[in-house]
Structures are given as C-alpha cells and as structure tokens.
C-alpha cells in the first residue's frame, strides 16, 4: 500500500525558514516525479514545485521561486521541501503528490497523495 507523510509544518514568523518532508513508502521514489502542492483557506490547490527522480530536474511556481528548493538524498524514500523567507501568503497546508506528470503544476496528473502538513506564516 502507498503511503505519503508529510512532517514540518509548523507557526514561523514572517522571514522565517522551515523544512517539510515527505516520507514514502509502498513505492520507490527513483521512478517517479513527486510534487509539492498547498492549499490555503478558500482557495484551490496550487503547485509550489516538482521534483523528477529521473533526472533530478526541478520545477517551481513563480511565487515561491528563489525562496523554495526541492530535494531528496537517493538513499532515502524522501523529498524535502526547503522554505526560506516566508511570507503570510505562504500560510496552507502543504501536500506531496506522486506520479508522472506531463504537465507538473497539474493535481489531477498525480496518483498519490500525502494528507498534508499546517504551514503559518505569522507574527
């Protein structure tokens, strides 16, 4: 069975940093691509990045661009989601997906998901 746990999500304040992780297992992360979406109050589930295992290539929307960083160490079935300079906007619940995706800022292109870590970015 297929399971993703995201873990990190916590209170910062603005200007902050945190670091999300998103634990596999039921699947080898090598062969898939694996996406970081959030989902704030009211709003729709937007892409924040993608990670391809295949190449290592890495994709980010343009509001987190320069302040997010995915990556993940080959040995473990984890991706880590590096926030840097936080902002209130930033305050979701972020959710890692997996699948292969064509288009990667796409949810319905992924097969599995995490349920989600509380991120607020307040002071």
């Known amino acids: 069975q297929v399971q993703l746990v995201e873990s990190g999500g916590d209170l910062v304040q603005p200007g902050g940093s945190l670091r999300l992780s998103c634990a596999a297992s039921g699947l080898n992360l090598d062969y898939y691509a694996i996406g970081w979406f959030r989902q704030a109050p009211g709003k729709g589930r937007e892409g924040v990045g993608c990670?391809?295992?295949?190449?290592?290539?890495?994709f980010y929307a343009n509001s987190v661009k320069g302040r997010f960083t995915i990556s993940r160490i080959n040995a473990e079935n984890t991706v880590y989601l590096q926030m840097t300079s936080l902002k209130p906007e930033d305050t979701a619940v972020y959710y890692c997906?997996?699948?292969?995706?064509?288009?990667?800022?796409?949810?319905?292109?992924?097969?599995?998901w995490g349920k989600g870590t509380q991120v607020d970015v307040s002071s």
């Open positions: 990670i391809k295992s295949f190449d290592g290539s890495t």
């Open positions: 997906a997996v699948g292969h995706p064509t288009v990667w800022a796409i949810p319905d292109e992924y097969d599995y």
